[in-house]
Nanobody, 113 residues
Framework: QVQLVESGGGLVQAGGSLTLSCVAS??????MGWYRQAPGKQRELVAT???????AYADSVKGRFTISRDNAENTVTLQMDSLEPEDTAVYYC?????????WGQGTQVTVSS
């Protein structure tokens, strides 16, 4: 059974930092990453990393967010620096095997101005 357990959301002032972590279990994942959904908006990609270490970022977070992955521990971490009010959203961990896509329950990130 696949499980994704997220942690690390919260409230932070603009310019601050937060770290999101996701521990996955149940299979090997080809890609792992983070998406976010703000109120009234569609869910959007934030960052992904492949099992080989290739990374991709949304243009809006490039230079501010860093995604990392530990294949041995099946974890993916999102270091978020220089946070802006526009980063406020529910952040979802995503993990894709070669067959299915899986989602975490979501963690709220709120950035105050």
């Amino acid at each position: 059974q696949v499980q994704l357990v997220e942690s690390g959301g919260g409230l932070v002032q603009a310019g601050g930092s937060l770290t999101l972590s996701c521990v996955a279990s149940g299979t090997i994942f080809r890609t792992m990453g983070w998406y976010r959904q703000a109120p009234g908006k569609q869910r959007e990609l934030v960052a992904t990393v492949t099992i080989g270490g290739s990374r991709a970022y949304a243009d809006s977070v490039k230079g501010r967010f860093t995604i990392s992955r530990d294949n041995a521990e099946n974890t993916v971490t999102l270091q978020m620096d220089s946070l802006e009010p526009e980063d406020t959203a529910v952040y979802y961990c995503n993990a894709n095997s070669w067959i299915n896509s899986y989602w975490g329950q979501g963690t709220q990130v709120t950035v105050s101005s």
